[in-house]
């Protein structure tokens, strides 16, 4: 059952990252829109009502998921900037992907999300090495967040699940 939850693993913070390493996460979310786009062409209707382990979400409410997870992201992105160690608010995403949004065609999303790493990689390549390690503080966590590491996850996040909608697609 933990291999269909976590397909490529948990997510490990790391103490620090090296240049390369923040370079490999900006080009996955840069590239995260276009591999999302190709892997949900084909799917097919049942493919997006199957769940990708029992008890878990079915494809349409991962796709609409990851939307509002990096839309989250985004704004999350901004108040660290913006302001000084911002605590964050966090959201129920099982509420959250029980909604008629999540509902709508996948492709409202999809774009959604080719919009929103638009906007994350500009604001990413922005920002200096004092910028990369300004925090926020996550309430659910009870922990401080730099930039460098929420990089890193959302990395992970993108492709933890493209690897669930492969599951669901039985390409995995």
């Known amino acids: 059952m933990k291999e269909l939850q976590y397909p490529i693993g948990n997510f490990k913070a790391q103490d620090s990252y090296t240049r390369a390493e923040l370079d490999e996460f900006l080009q996955n979310l840069g590239d995260f829109p276009k591999e999302l786009a190709t892997v949900t062409s084909d799917i097919s209707e049942e493919q ?3 769940a990708y382990r029992p008890g878990g979400w079915t494809a349409r409410q991962v796709i609409h998921h990851v939307a509002d997870s990096h839309m989250n992201m ?3 992105l901004k108040w660290t900037q913006t302001e000084e160690t911002p605590h964050i608010k966090a959201y129920f995403e099982d509420r959250w992907a ?3 949004d999540y509902q709508l065609p996948i492709d409202v999303s999809v774009n959604m999300i080719k919009s929103i790493h638009a906007k994350v990689v500009a604001l990413l ?3 200096t090495d004092d910028e ?3 925090q926020y503080f996550h309430p659910e966590s ?3 967040w730099n930039i460098k ?3 890193a996850l959302y990395a992970w996040h ?3 699940h493209l690897a669930h909608i492969k599951i669901c697609k039985g390409e995995w």
Do not use: D, I, P
């Open 48 to 50: 997006l009502s199957t």
């Open 74 to 76: 985004l704004v999350r």
């Open 98 to 100: 029980k909604e008629a």
């Open 125 to 127: 390549s922005s920002y």
């Open 132 to 134: 990369l390690n300004k």
């Open 142 to 144: 009870k922990k401080l």
């Open 149 to 151: 590491t929420v990089m």
């Open 158 to 160: 993108g492709q933890h």
